[in-house]
């Protein structure tokens, strides 16, 4: 059964269609940028918090950072974890994913196993998450000992995708990677989109209205950014995006 966090998403993509969701890396922010950023983010229509990267952190900056944000926004604050120490107990859930194209076992079963007392004692959503790298696949393909899917193999995507859903996974995320030169292809998230009945998430690469349109108008119910926030004027361009994400309803 869908616990809050998981029926706040639900409802959200049901009522507004794509819905979009603000990364944070906490170890490029300290707590009252983050709180900024945020606040930034709110005022411009996301619909969540993300917290988390593909590098290490300090367990207790982490803490602070989610705190920070807890007080800033009132919608769900989700971990992003990269390991176990992504965990915070201040968060209110917490994608836990398995890196489907890793082939270190650690990132498709193991992390999880050391994770999974620390978010019951903390009392974490769990949101049941199918992570799938592509392309080039940044610093997330490097750490997590991916092998990416090639931008031109839609098909292979689709595999992995579906593999996750009939596994119980409740949502897939395609990921670029951080700062990639150029987002998922369209014709790949339509791929997925028609093996897969669970809602797809699609980040990594999207910078521009015209970017996240695309990602949207090919399926994508939910849209990550993160570097776009980390930069001068984060309010306009993250609104920017979001009205790209909306517009797609009207086509």
Do not use: C
């Not at 899917?149 to 859903?165: R, S, T, V």
């Not at 995320?173 to 150029?182: D, P, Q, R, V």
């Amino acid at each position: 059964m869908a616990k809050n966090v998981e029926k706040y998403l639900l409802e959200k993509i049901e009522s507004e269609g794509s819905i979009h969701i603000t990364l944070i890396d906490p170890e490029k922010v300290t707590p009252p940028q983050a709180s900024r950023i945020a606040k930034k983010a709110k005022a411009s229509g996301t619909s969540a918090i993300m917290i988390g990267g593909s590098t290490f952190v300090s367990t207790l900056h982490l803490d602070n950072v989610v705190k920070a944000v807890k007080r800033t926004v009132k919608f769900p604050v989700i971990l992003f974890p990269n390991n176990v120490t992504g965990i915070s107990r201040y968060a209110d859930a917490i994608w836990f994913m398995s890196l489907l194209n890793s082939m270190d076992p650690y990132f498709l079963i193991g992390a999880q196993i050391l994770g999974a007392p620390l978010i019951k004692k903390y009392g974490l959503e769990p949101l049941p998450l199918g992570y799938i790298i592509i392309g080039d696949g940044g610093t997330a393909g490097i750490v997590g000992k991916a092998v990416p899917i090639p931008y031109d193999k839609p098909e292979l995507a689709a595999a992995h995708a579906l593999a996750g859903q009939y596994l119980g996974m409740r949502f897939i995320y395609l990921e670029a990677g951080s700062g990639a030169k150029k987002p998922v292809p369209s014709q790949m998230i339509k791929a997925v989109k028609r093996y897969i009945d669970v809602p797809l998430i699609v980040g990594g690469g999207i910078k521009t209205r015209r970017q996240a349109l695309a990602a949207a108008s090919a399926g994508a119910d939910i849209i990550v950014t993160g570097n776009v926030v980390e930069n001068s004027g984060a309010k306009r361009k993250v609104a920017d995006i979001i009205k790209g994400i909306k517009s797609a309803g009207s086509i």
